[in-house]
């Protein structure tokens, strides 16, 4: 009775969360063919480039974000700096941007982002994009965007990837990344729904950014942001074609206070999202519905390490009943191999796998730790690396 027990609970906490990444994974496999229309007008942007000791990486963001294919009247760079050092603050002074220095007691992007248009104003663009302090874009970046709020879309998510695979631990983060991607990105806005955020690569309406910012209070504001476009039916699209290069964590001790924040912002968004379940059943808001059951689910690599290993041990104890969970893993395999794209199938991501136990057990560490995270930012380090380094597979090179 026990085990039957245990294993309807876990057919609920795995085995659906299974089933919907193999939904959205085999959608995902549908590219998307349209593209926007050339803009009718180019609008005034603003890029925000919150830089908390991000001096290793952030003047080389500030110039890729400045070397755009648009009228540089119409678009403002704009660097929130946050503990930078001297030097850093130097070089970025002499780059025609806008230098907001802030200082908090307790810092976080959405403090500095508010701070940013707090000093910005109401009225200083038309739309907004949000870049963290170690990504690259390309010089079609903006005036990409352009087309989409040209078509009227209010919230826009671009590719973000890795611009490193240098690590064990890089390459499985890089891989991560393109599976979110294809499962939360692609997969659902070919089914219609909402493209999920990321924190960085997204750009938004300015006037509706600049009333809603300062109502993020938690180190995950892009989960905030998202139910609040959500409530108000704000679709939010996906530019798959539109790259946005991010640093990947190096090292096993980065990834493990990486995802302690991603998951304590998870679990706070549902708590405060949940409240808000019933009204969205009732009006027919199922954009909201599916963002709160994505929130559910349990982080992926707890479904690698549990699903096969409650496999076996059902196995032993039901055989029969041991069927479900063989094909969940089946399923499970298949949704990653259908959302991992060809270019990271490759010889860094075969011998990367042997750190995935480790992993698996770093993730389950995080869910004992994430009391006092709520408004606390976990800051990961930066290192300035690119896919230029050396190739390390030893994690701890």
């Known amino acids: 009775m026990i085990v039957n027990i245990i294993d309807w ?20 496999m549908q590219r998307r063919r349209e593209k926007y229309p050339p803009a009718r007008k180019q609008r005034r942007f603003v890029t925000l480039i919150p830089a908390y000791k991000a001096d290793a990486v952030v003047v080389r963001t500030a110039q890729a974000a400045l070397a755009q294919e648009y009228p540089a009247e119409l678009h403002r760079v704009a660097v929130i700096a946050d503990q930078l050092q001297p030097a850093t603050l130097g070089e970025l002074r002499k780059l025609p941007l806008t230098m907001i220095e802030v200082t908090f007691e307790n810092s976080s992007k959405a403090k500095a982002l508010t701070a940013a248009v707090e000093e910005l104003g109401p009225d200083a663009a038309d739309a907004v994009a949000i870049l963290d302090a170690d990504n690259l874009v ?9 087309e989409v709020f040209d078509a009227g879309v209010e919230a826009v998510q671009a590719h973000r990837t890795a611009k490193n695979r240098d690590t064990d631990t890089a390459v499985l983060d890089a891989a991560g990344e393109e599976i979110n991607n294809s499962i939360f990105r692609r997969g659902h806005v070919a089914l219609g729904f909402s493209s999920a955020l990321i924190g960085s690569g997204m750009a938004f309406r300015y006037d509706w950014f600049y009333a809603n910012i300062r109502r993020c209070v938690t180190a995950g504001e892009d989960k905030e942001l998202e139910a609040l476009l959500l409530r108000e039916r704000i679709y939010i699209d996906y530019l798959d074609d539109v790259e946005v ?10 990834y493990y206070n990486q995802r302690r924040r991603w998951i304590a ?7 405060s999202a949940v409240k808000n379940l019933p009204g969205a059943l009732f009006s027919g808001n199922f954009d909201y519905c599916d963002k709160l059951l994505q929130w559910c689910l349990p982080p992926r690599m707890l479904l690698i390490g549990l699903v096969p290993l409650w496999a076996v041990v059902m ?27 060809d270019t990271q199938a490759d010889a860094k991501l075969g011998r990367a796998l ?26 990961t380090q930066h290192t300035g690396a690119t896919d230029s380094a050396p190739d390390k597979t030893d994690p701890n090179a």
């Open 265 to 271: 912002a998870q679990f706070y968004a549902l708590g």
């Open 9 to 28: 609970i876990f057919v609920i906490a795995l085995l659906l969360p299974v089933l919907y990444l193999f939904v959205f994974a085999a959608f995902s």
């Open 245 to 254: 290069l991010d640093e990947k964590v190096q090292g096993e001790a980065a």
């Open 315 to 341: 196995t032993f104890l039901d055989p029969w009943g041991s069927i479900k969970w063989w094909t969940a893993l089946v399923l499970m395999l298949f949704a990653l191999a259908m959302a991992l794209p």
């Open 354 to 379: 042997r750190r995935v136990p480790a992993l698996v057990l770093l993730t389950a560490a995080n869910l004992f730790r994430l009391g006092g995270t709520k408004d606390k930012f976990i800051h």
């Open 138 to 146: 390309g010089g079609e970046f903006i005036a990409r965007l352009n």
